[in-house]
């Protein structure tokens, strides 16, 4: 009896095991059959990121110094009236060219002074920039900063080439997508219509963002290398400029991990060339 009353809830065990799996089966196709969702404006009308052509693409990508200079002019004259740099300090310029004295001119002369406080009065006061210091927020704090820009907060530029997919490609992209609101999107999306006081760009999450075009003419910037600053150019500058800030190191990852692939190559062939010098004699 005993055994019998064993199989049987083996028997059992076995039946709500099978039923369990045909309905996580049914859930699963079941899922995979239900309607899509409904189209939106950002899903239709979205666009991925143009390839603005970086020296620094790729696995052997490499920074063009001239370059991140005209593109840290173009943050400098154009971007650092609203977006901060706030965890980059001015002596990393050297990384990109800028000799000691000239990095402490650019920090001496930056239009913004550096926040500090009074030590024998302890109330809030300015300094001039040192080199040391990092790059000084334009507002002196976020409600200034909305109430200065549409109600929203200009975001930090330092890591912005990380911080979104294809980084580099998408500020590019942003800067150089500004447009009229196709007329078929409110055809089909009446209610996706900009409003006021926005601005229609595809490359952006929800196709509408409160920064006006920041380049909006060739000659906005002058390059001292002599190279003709169209608004195509400027927006790949500085978009290599925020791919530095965002990864200074770049370069030397790029060498470490070309080195580790050598090495690991020449140990492999060591490797093997010992495995048959090793077992030669013996018959397999």
């Not at 402490?104 to 500090?116: G, S, Y």
């Not at 942003?174 to 900009?194: D, I, M, N, S, V």
């Not at 002058?222 to 190279?227: A, K, V």
Request: aromatic share 10%.
């Amino acid at each position: 009896m005993s055994a019998l009353f064993v199989k049987s809830i083996k028997f059992l065990i076995g039946i709500a095991f099978v039923v369990a799996l045909l309905l996580a089966l049914y859930s699963t196709v079941s899922g995979l059959i239900s309607d899509p969702p409904a189209e939106t404006a950002e899903h239709e009308f979205h666009e991925h990121p143009r390839d603005a052509e970086l020296s620094s693409a790729g696995l052997f990508g490499t920074f063009d110094e001239q370059q991140l200079q005209r593109g840290f002019l173009v943050f400098e004259k154009v971007c650092a009236a609203c977006h901060s740099l706030k965890y980059a300090s001015f002596r990393e310029l050297e990384g990109i060219g800028y000799s000691e004295a000239q990095v402490k001119a650019i920090a001496e002369n930056w239009p913004i002074p550096q926040p500090t406080i009074n030590r024998d009065t302890g109330e809030a006061t300015t300094r001039p920039n040192m080199a040391s210091d990092r790059f000084p927020l334009p507002f002196a704090n976020n409600v200034a900063a909305a109430a200065a820009n549409n109600n929203a907060v200009p975001p930090d530029l330092t890591y912005m080439a990380k911080a979104r997919h294809d980084g580099p490609n998408y500020v590019y992209s942003l800067l150089t997508g500004y447009q009229e609101q196709p007329a078929e999107l409110l055809e089909h999306f009446p209610a996706a219509k900009t409003p006021s006081g926005l601005h229609y760009n595809p490359y952006f999450a929800n196709l509408n963002l409160a920064m006006p075009k920041p380049l909006t003419q060739e000659g906005q910037v002058e390059y001292l290398d002599g190279t003709r600053p169209t608004v195509d150019q400027m927006a790949k500058d500085v978009s290599a400029f925020l791919a530095w800030t965002a990864e200074p190191t770049l370069e030397n990852r790029h060498a470490a991990g070309f080195a580790t692939i050598l090495f690991l190559i020449a140990l492999g062939i060591l490797t093997f060339g010992a495995y048959r010098s090793v077992w030669a004699g013996v018959k397999h």
